[in-house]
């Protein structure tokens, strides 16, 4: 006579080990895509090291705009952004060209004419990534007060 125990027992264990490998494949369908945003994320942190800008001057032209120059010293970011801080604590950006390195650029941001005083202005780099979207670096921390 045939014992039907040992045949339950292989199907059981069979059973287990299928539901494990069920629940190793959800796990990592759930991490796989947080561990590819993350190493992404610290590629371009990375790439955002290498670059040092630093704004050297700010002109405020008029009641509607702002010069602001730019100074590359390192890094190849593919546009530069500049920022105007107003004493309301609102701001006003607008992107530019970099310029070569040891070089200068300047770029003009606009801002909606009113009694806003312009008080300082830094940058921030902008890197593409391997998709092909821009991505802005941090703001620098060097500010320059606009005259």
């Known amino acids: 006579m045939f014992s039907k125990r040992g045949l339950s027992n292989i199907v059981a264990t069979v059973l287990i080990v299928l539901l494990v490998l069920a629940a190793v494949v959800l ?43 730019v100074q590359l010293l390192q890094g190849s970011p593919n546009k530069i952004t500049a920022i105007l801080e107003f004493t309301d604590g609102s701001s006003a950006t607008n992107t530019g060209s970099p310029p070569s390195q040891l070089a200068t650029t300047v770029i003009n941001v606009p801002f909606s004419p009113s009694t806003k005083v312009i008080t300082t202005a830094s940058v921030a780099a902008i890197i593409t990534d391997s998709e092909g979207n821009d991505q802005i670096c941090d703001e620098i921390t060097t500010k320059v007060d606009c005259v």
Do not use: F, H, M, Y
């Not at 992404?40 to 010069?67: G, Y």
């Open 27 to 69: 796990v990592w369908n759930v991490i796989k895509p947080a561990i590819e945003s993350t190493g992404e994320s610290i590629d371009i942190r990375s790439e955002c090291l290498l670059i040092d800008l630093k704004p050297t001057k700010c002109v405020n032209n008029s009641q509607t705009s702002a010069d602001v120059k």
